[in-house]
């Protein structure tokens, strides 16, 4: 099974003139996504990101909802914002 989490894009660096590469946020946690999906992602939008590259522009609402459902599984505690967490 595979699984997309949502994220907040925190900033994004412009390599090699093509490649964008956006530092997310997933809570406490931060990791390295790739744009080439997503090129109109730009810093504050929520996306969804698989195995480091972001797939899909989600809205925030969305992106809550879905920590909501995670939070249900528990053990997830790093990967949620800090109102869910």
């Known amino acids: ?5 949502p994220g907040k894009i925190k900033s994004i660096e412009q390599t090699d003139g093509l490649i964008r590469r956006a530092k997310v946020t997933f809570g406490s946690i931060v990791k390295e996504a790739y744009l080439d999906m997503i090129p109109q992602a730009k ?6 990101v698989h195995a480091g590259v972001a797939i899909n522009l989600v809205n925030e609402e969305e992106a809550l909802k879905t920590f909501a459902h995670l939070e249900q599984y528990g053990g997830l505690e790093d990967l949620l914002p800090e109102q869910l967490g």
């Open 43 to 48: 810093e504050g939008d929520y996306v969804l």
């Open 1 to 5: 099974m595979c699984l997309a989490i």
